[in-house]
């Protein structure tokens, strides 16, 4: 406690309450009392304020019954909230495939799903031959890592001593043991290296023979959106879609709150091949430990269950903006190749088509869905 040079007067609130007797003004106004006694206190305080010719004077704060308010008698039994009538605006704010389907407003790259557990896994140092695909540890953070190793390597390179560097620095950058070196390297160059079919189911190309001049990575986009309701956009949407396909699913089950402002993304990879242009989204989710795992059907629910139709729909819109932009005579039905979900641990040349999910968008449902995010005055 401080006391200033009061102009006018200084109020001070003094009593017998606890720590006081360690006080300054415990030892000014009590200096011979030693322990805490409120009639000694009282007298002594009384004492001080009668021989100050006035200058002083006490007041005595005494106890007082706490007043309870009890409100007026009525006879109605029943009370209930007002109704709310008004209108509360929505402000703009940024959306994502992340915030329309698990709330969360980050703007980050949409990796693997944040809900997957995280797993370590503790091998001894000289075993190995238990170090693979299926044993690297699972979750966002595994996947983020091996997100990097695919965006910074060039495909079209044989230089083995190279991505051994890229991918021993990558794993340290991240937080795992350098030991999983060799069997990531034998991964990624056993997934760049089985070949990518389309609808047909005639071969169509490899990641390995793709460029650096072909290919955009981590390819990020803003559009507007004005007024996107799940509402709004199952009417859109469905009548244009196979009852039992993926997509149709997904965007039957959708809920999430209106937005208006703007859609957010990062595409993992945009390619170029033979004047199409392709989406490809890598996905590290641990399904299985065989073939089996990583077929059609069970890649359909995997899709359906973390939402990913969704997500590859809005990239498939981006892109098809994007082109619209940069290409003078673009046309969807020439230009638009589709969205492949290549589900990694799933995919090596000798297992065909495993691991791998491929979409692709009518124009006519990507024309529905854009005019469903802007209206149709715009």
């Not at 021993?168 to 795992?176: A, I, V």
Request: some cysteine.
């Amino acid at each position: 406690m401080a006391l200033t040079r009061a102009r006018e007067r200084c109020v001070i609130s003094w009593g017998h309450v606890d720590a006081a007797i360690g006080s300054a003004l415990f030892s000014l106004l009590h200096p011979e009392l030693e322990e805490l006694d409120r009639g000694e206190m009282l007298a002594q305080v009384r004492s001080l304020a009668a021989g100050s010719k006035g200058t002083i004077s006490l007041d005595i704060i005494e106890k007082k019954e706490p007043v309870i308010y009890k409100g007026v008698k009525s006879n109605k039994s029943k009370f209930a909230a007002k109704k709310f009538k008004r209108f509360i605006h929505q402000p703009w704010r940024i959306g994502s495939f992340s915030a329309l389907t698990g709330g969360h407003d980050a703007e980050l790259p949409d990796y693997d799903s944040p809900a997957s557990n995280e797993t370590v896994v503790t091998l001894e140092a000289n075993n190995a031959a238990a170090r693979d695909r299926f044993t690297f540890p699972r979750g966002a953070h595994a996947g983020t890592c091996l997100h990097a190793i695919f965006e910074h390597w060039d495909f079209a390179s044989d230089d083995h001593d190279a991505m051994q560097v890229l991918v021993s620095r990558t794993l340290l950058q991240y937080g795992f043991d350098e030991l999983w070196t060799a069997a990531v390297c034998r991964w990624v160059r056993e997934v760049i290296a089985t070949s990518l079919n389309n609808t047909s189911g005639k071969s169509f190309f490899k990641l390995a023979d793709l460029n650096q001049d072909q290919r955009l990575d981590e390819l990020s986009f803003y559009f507007p959106v004005t007024g996107l309701t799940v509402d709004g956009l199952q009417k859109c949407l469905l009548p244009l879609l196979n009852t039992e396909s993926p997509l149709a699913q997904v965007i039957s089950q959708l809920k999430f709150s209106s937005l208006s402002g703007f859609m957010k993304g990062f595409i993992d990879l945009v390619y170029e091949f033979q004047g199409r242009f392709y989406i490809v989204d890598y996905k590290s989710n641990w399904l299985g430990t065989s073939q089996g795992a990583y077929q059609q059907d069970v890649l359909d629910q995997a899709m359906i269950s973390h939402d990913y139709p969704l997500q590859y729909l809005i990239y498939s819109l981006a892109l098809h903006r994007y082109l619209r932009l940069r290409l003078s005579d673009y046309d969807p039905d020439v230009h638009f190749g589709g969205a492949y979900y290549l589900f990694i641990r799933g995919i090596q040349p000798k297992w065909g088509q495993s691991g791998i999910f491929f979409d692709r968008p009518s124009v006519q449902v990507l024309d529905a869905l854009d005019l469903c995010l802007t209206g149709p005055d715009k």
